[in-house]
């Protein structure tokens, strides 16, 4: 499923007209089991996913009872998949393959994908996509197996200009040269190479946040915290889910009442996120702190608040 006023609306209709292939259209919201019936009686043998998705159809068993039998592969793509979704996804289809995919809109495409010719592994990537060259740098610009994926120029369908900000600036300033002294584009990206070759991601390095599939600034989602009644500050971070999976938007807050109750606190900010920004960002957890940790020059460091919040989660686990 896809927004047809998104990149990849022209893309799936240019696609699909050079292939002679048939569109299937549905109005609505793919999260449910009218969504899933749709899939049944269109008869549809190629299906793009998104992993959020993924795992509401398994909650409500959506699937249940349905024939996918005219399925022979699924896409996915948007933001990191759990080995387990995948896996039931799967099953519901005779365990036709999932081939991942990911990319992004700057990009007029993918950097990394699965392909049908070679042996896939569940949340994986298996090669770089046709003409596309990449590196994993460690923090101090060297080559790795667990760090940032940069881009090699040129590619095809990677853009020149950015609508209202320096493209120049934002792809390439102080990004380190290649291992061999390639120039390199940052994507934001998190990446680790396995043994085997395979590719497994594992979120934003940046304040850009991947949740429901969608790329958002924290900034956007703090703005729209900070309006609540009675919080003074927001911070807002993704967590990558200790099995897996997409990333889970927690809201850490400095309210002016040290009493203020959590769950209140997060019925009223999911309310909010959903009217301002879109209905598809959920709010996994809020956190109350009396402060926001900061830099020297004022920034907040959400990179500390992930760290403190992933320590409590993984202390909790170790108790049960």
Known sequence: PTNLGWMMGPWLIYASLINCATIALFYGSPGGREFCQFIESARVNMLGVIPSLVKSWRKLDAFNGLNLSNIRLFSSTGEASNPTDCLWLMSQASYKPIMEYCGGTELGGAYLT???????????????????????LDDDGRSCDNGELMIVPPSLGISTTLLNQDHSVVYFKDVPPGPNGEVLRRHGDHFQRLPDGYYVAQGRIDDTMNIGGIKVSSVELENVCSLENGVQEAACIAINPAQGGPSLLVVVLVCQSSSADTLELKQRIQKRISTRLNPLFRVHDVVQRAELPRTASGKVMRRVLRQEYVNVRDSHRSKL
């Open 114 to 136: 699965g392909s049908m010719i070679q042996p896939q592994v569940l949340s994986s990537f298996s090669t770089p996509c046709f003409g596309m060259d990449i590196v994993l």
